[in-house]
């Protein structure tokens, strides 16, 4: 798939959200109910494996998790490369 110029520059400026993922946990819906304030939920990774970065589903990349400023952010270690990228988000409709 060939992408225009034109394309281009109006996916660019198109706004996407992206969640970064921590890990997983599997429990029931009761276990779920009852936790509380100060409970604590395993995740499935490591300590120190950062999260994966995804938009809409896909994951496009993976990264450290940081604080700056009092607030959780997110440093990129390893991204898909732009032209896979962009091939996605015109395959997904995303503009």
């Given at each position: 798939?060939?992408?225009?110029?034109?394309?281009?520059?109006?996916?660019?400026?198109t706004e996407i959200?992206?969640?970064?993922?921590?890990?997983?946990?599997?429990?029931?819906?009761?276990?779920?109910?009852?936790?509380?304030e100060g409970d604590?939920?395993?995740?499935?990774?490591?300590?120190?494996?950062?999260?994966?970065?995804?938009?809409?589903?896909?994951?496009?990349?993976?990264?450290?998790?940081?604080?700056?400023?009092?607030?959780?952010?997110?440093?990129?270690?390893?991204?898909?490369?732009?032209?896979?990228?962009?091939?996605?988000?015109?395959?997904?409709?995303?503009?």
């Open positions: 798939m060939e992408i225009s110029e034109r394309d281009y520059d109006l996916l660019v400026d959200t992206v969640d970064v993922m921590l890990g997983n946990a599997n429990i029931t819906v009761k276990e779920f109910l009852e936790l509380s604590i939920l395993s995740l499935d990774k490591q300590a120190g494996s950062g999260g994966d970065i995804y938009v809409n589903k896909r994951i496009v990349g993976t990264g450290d998790i940081i604080v700056i400023d009092e607030k959780l952010a997110v440093r990129v270690q390893e991204a898909m490369d732009s032209d896979n990228v962009v091939r996605y988000f015109f395959d997904e409709k995303l503009f």
